[in-house]
T-cell receptor
């Protein structure tokens, strides 16, 4: 157990819908990163939030957006869902300034788009 | 060319054997490299970090880094059935090297 929690565990949506995924970071961690992991692939970096500001983004379209709250929990929002958005969505938290390998992954949310 | 390349496998080894997992990367400026283990349906967990050329040992695991050849490997000695998982090679990238870039993973099965 890493102390990072995500909800929901599983989610089924249809194409064109919108979805919100949630992440609670480990106590003391003010940085949250989101990753998308398609079946049979490694995780791909979506974006990172530090103290409520986005401070890094991967190669994902604007319909992927996020928020970080004062308690450092975070949301990932995906609009206009496409079939290819079906994946495991992982969040990871760490302390700001800490190196990349100190981040802890949550259990993930499995999103299926039909 | 992908930034991080791994043989997708699957790789099967008998119990007690050495499992060898390999990874190459394209960015010569990369400084930090990691191996994650991911059991089916679970999230990745860090098993090794390596920053300098050479070998780094931790229990049954040895990570090897060769920056000149842009090559990272992971050796698992005395493989156990519980080592059966997907192994992900990753490097730190992006602004201040705070994000991880992963390979597609190698699926390892250790046969009893």
């Amino acid at each position: 157990e890493t102390g990072v929690t995500q909800s929901p565990t599983h989610l089924i949506k249809t194409r064109g819908q919108q979805v919100t995924l949630r992440c609670s970071s480990q106590s003391g961690h003010n940085t949250v990163s989101w990753y998308q992991q398609a079946l049979g692939q490694g995780p791909q970096f979506i974006f990172q939030y530090y103290r409520e500001e986005e401070n890094g983004r991967g190669n994902f379209p604007p319909r992927f957006s996020g928020l970080q709250f004062p308690n450092y929990s975070s949301e990932l929002n995906v609009n206009a869902l496409e079939l290819d958005d079906s994946a495991l969505y992982l969040c990871a938290s760490r302390s700001g300034g800490a190196p990349a390998d100190t981040q802890y992954f949550g259990p993930g949310t499995r999103l299926t788009v039909l | 060319q992908k930034e991080v390349e791994q043989n997708s496998g699957p790789l099967s080894v008998p119990e007690g054997a050495i499992a060898s997992l390999n990874c190459t990367y394209s960015d010569r400026g990369s400084q930090s490299f990691f191996w994650y283990r991911q059991y089916s349906g679970k999230s990745p967990e860090l098993i090794m970090s390596i920053y300098s050329n050479g070998d780094k040992e931790d229990g049954r695991f040895t990570a090897q880094l060769n920056k000149a050849s842009q090559y990272v490997s992971l050796l698992i000695r005395d493989s156990q059935p519980s080592d059966s998982a997907t192994y992900l090679c990753a490097l730190a990238s992006g602004r201040a090297a705070r994000q991880l870039t992963f390979g597609s993973g190698t699926q390892l099965t250790v046969l009893p």
